[in-house]
C-alpha cells in the first residue's frame, strides 16, 4: 500500500514502460504490431478509476456542454486555458515546492469554485507526490509519469476529517481519487478529477507555484 505524509518534502523519477514482442508458439504467423507492457499506474488504479481516466476527455466535453446548458458559457470561457480540454504542454512533471491552488467544478450540478489554498509538490521514495489543502477538498497521493511525458496520472485519497495524512489508495475505494495531471503554461499546471459516476461532474484544480521568499 501505498502512503503519503501530506506536507513532506517531494521530487521526481519517470517511471517508464518498455514494449515488449507478443509470444508466439512455434510454426505461427508472425505477428504484424507489438503489445505495450502497460502503463505503470494501471497496476495500481482500481477498474473503476482506470475506465474513468481512459474516458476523460468525453466526459470534460459533456461537464462543458452541462456548464452551457446552465447558462453558465461566460464563467467557463472567464477559467481561459484551464477548461479547455486539450490545453496541455509537453514536460508536464512540476518542480517539488508550494503552489498557490483553487478548484472549479463543472458538469450537471451547480458550478462551484473554491476559495484560494495550497497545494504541496514533493517526492517520497522517489516518486513525486502531491496534497491538496483546499476546503472540502484536502487530497494526498502520488503522481505517475505516463510514458508521452505530457501528462501525469494521479491516484490518491481523500484526508478523513480530523486526521493529517491521507489513507493509502485503494485501502478505502470510496476515498480514493484519481486524476490528470498536466502544465498549462508557465509554472502553471491543473489536475482534472472526474467523478466516479459518469456524467455527474469534473473537478479541476488550478496550481500556480508559489513564489518564494
Known amino acids: 500500500m501505498l502512503r503519503l505524509r501530506l506536507l513532506c518534502p517531494l521530487a521526481l523519477v519517470a517511471a517508464t514502460a518498455c514494449q515488449t514482442a507478443t509470444p508466439r ?10 503489445v ?10 482500481s477498474p473503476r478509476d482506470a475506465a474513468a481516466l481512459d474516458a476523460l476527455g468525453g466526459r470534460w466535453d459533456q461537464a462543458l456542454a452541462a456548464t ?4 453558465l458559457s461566460r464563467r467557463a ?9 486539450d490545453a496541455r504542454l509537453t514536460r508536464a512533471a512540476p518542480a517539488p515546492g508550494s503552489y498557490r491552488c483553487r478548484s472549479v467544478r463543472l458538469g450537471a450540478r451547480k458550478w462551484t469554485a473554491s476559495a484560494s ?5 514533493g517526492v517520497e521514495g ?6 491538496t489543502e483546499l476546503r ?6 502520488y503522481l505517475w509519469e505516463l510514458k508521452a511525458g505530457d501528462r501525469l496520472v494521479f491516484l490518491g485519497a481523500a484526508v478523513p476529517a480530523g486526521a493529517k495524512t491521507a489513507p493509502a489508495y485503494g485501502q478505502n475505494p470510496s476515498a480514493d481519487a484519481a486524476g490528470l495531471f498536466e502544465r498549462i503554461g508557465e509554472f502553471r499546471y491543473r489536475l482534472a478529477l472526474p467523478e ?15 513564489p518564494r521568499g
Do not use: D
Not at 77 to 85: D, F, M, S
Not at 136 to 141: A, E, M, S, V
Open 25 to 34: 508458439p512455434a510454426g505461427a504467423p508472425r505477428p504484424s504490431v507489438t
Open 36 to 45: 505495450e507492457e502497460a502503463e505503470s499506474w494501471r497496476r495500481v488504479a
Open 68 to 71: 452551457r446548458a446552465a447558462g
Open 77 to 85: 470561457a472567464a477559467e481561459g486555458v484551464l477548461l479547455v480540454r
Open 117 to 121: 489554498g495550497f497545494c504541496y509538490i
Open 126 to 131: 522517489g516518486q513525486l507526490s502531491l496534497a
Open 136 to 141: 472540502g477538498l484536502r487530497l494526498g497521493g
Open 196 to 210: 466516479a459516476a459518469p456524467g455527474t461532474g469534473l473537478t479541476v484544480i488550478e496550481m500556480v507555484a508559489a
